[in-house]
Every structure is written in C-alpha cells, then in structure tokens.
C-alpha cells in the first residue's frame, strides 16, 4: 500500500536521515502547502516508490523542516524547490496530522502541519530535486474540487477532498484541525 504524502520530500529524509522518523528519536517535523489557484485548483504532485513506479500517489508540496527554520520558512522552501512557485501568500495552518509510512525502504513518523497558501502563478517547474525526490517524484498537476472527489488514484491524506471541499465552502478554520492519523 502507498505510503503517506510526505514520502516523495528526499531532500528532508536525506538530510534528518534515522534520527528524526526513520526509526529513532522521535517525529520529524513537516510543513506542507495547500496551494490553490485563482480557480480554487489545488496543486499536488505525483509521486511513487522510487523502485516501484506502480506504487504510486498525489500529495501537497512540503518536507521536513530543516535546521532551526520555521515551519513557515520550511513551506515556502519546499514549495519553490518542489514547484518553482516563490509567489505566494501564506495563510494559516489549516490541519495537523501525524503519520507513519513506509518508503525507500525505512518508516517515517511525521508531524505534519498544512499550511493555506494563494498563487496566481500556475505554470510549475522543480528548481532544487534531491537524488531521491528525482527518482520518486514524476510530475505536479493542478486538480479542483470535483476531480478530487472523483479521483480513483490514491491522494494523501486520505481525506483531502472533503477537506478541499469544506475549505472552499467554510474558509479557513478558526485554528487548526487536527486529522485522524495515518499508520500505513
């Protein structure tokens, strides 16, 4: 079964390497973006095991935080290193969540905090792929709401067009959601 979102940011699991979620000292902490367009389209990428293509899935652009970054700093980071976007405007975080997967062959334990951002820039392009992100990441597609809720493909978290769907129809959350976890 595909692992967690988070799986395709190579960058951050290279450098935090067993010390922060592969197996040893604790929840490796993550940013990730919503990022929706003037459409309300939101970007995800594509991703898989990087010895498996089959084994494949779509996530929000984000990863582990790096050094003494915040987790804003690590957002924005990882959105122009996975998308090429820099032109954004970052909201609130939206969702917490803490999972635990499977990829490249270790476990990941995340704390995951999403963050809502706005871009009228929608052309994508990854300026700063790491080796693994180059082998597990294939490409970034803008999606609305109803091909979300249609999708056969996995897309994580699991619940990501609901939660699309309730975003757009309620604005954002007093304070963050906390989301069931996800142990696959």
Do not use: K, N
């Not at 951050?12 to 389209?41: I, K, T």
């Not at 897309?155 to 906390?178: C, S």
């Amino acid at each position: 079964m595909p692992a967690e979102t988070s799986h395709a940011t190579g960058d951050s699991y290279e450098g935090q390497g067993a010390g922060a979620g592969a197996g040893g000292g604790g929840l490796r902490r993550v940013a990730r973006v919503v990022l929706l367009d003037p459409r309300d389209r939101i970007l995800l990428l594509h991703g898989h095991e990087p010895d498996d293509p089959a084994d494949d899935w779509w996530f929000t652009p984000g990863g582990g935080v790096e050094g003494d970054e915040t987790r804003e700093q690590a957002a924005l980071r990882e959105l122009a290193e996975e998308t090429g976007i820099t032109e954004v405007e970052l909201g609130p975080v939206l969702w917490r969540r803490t999972c635990s997967f499977p990829f490249a062959g270790r476990r990941w334990d995340q704390d995951e905090w999403y963050y809502l951002a706005r871009t009228t820039r929608t052309a994508t392009g990854a300026t700063a792929l790491t080796e693994l992100e180059r082998r597990s990441v294939t490409g970034a597609r803008w999606w609305t709401c109803p091909e979300l809720a249609r999708a056969r493909e996995t897309v994580y978290p699991t619940r990501l067009a609901e939660l699309l769907r309730t975003l757009l129809d309620e604005g954002p959350p007093a304070g963050p959601v906390t989301l069931d976890t996800e142990i696959v």
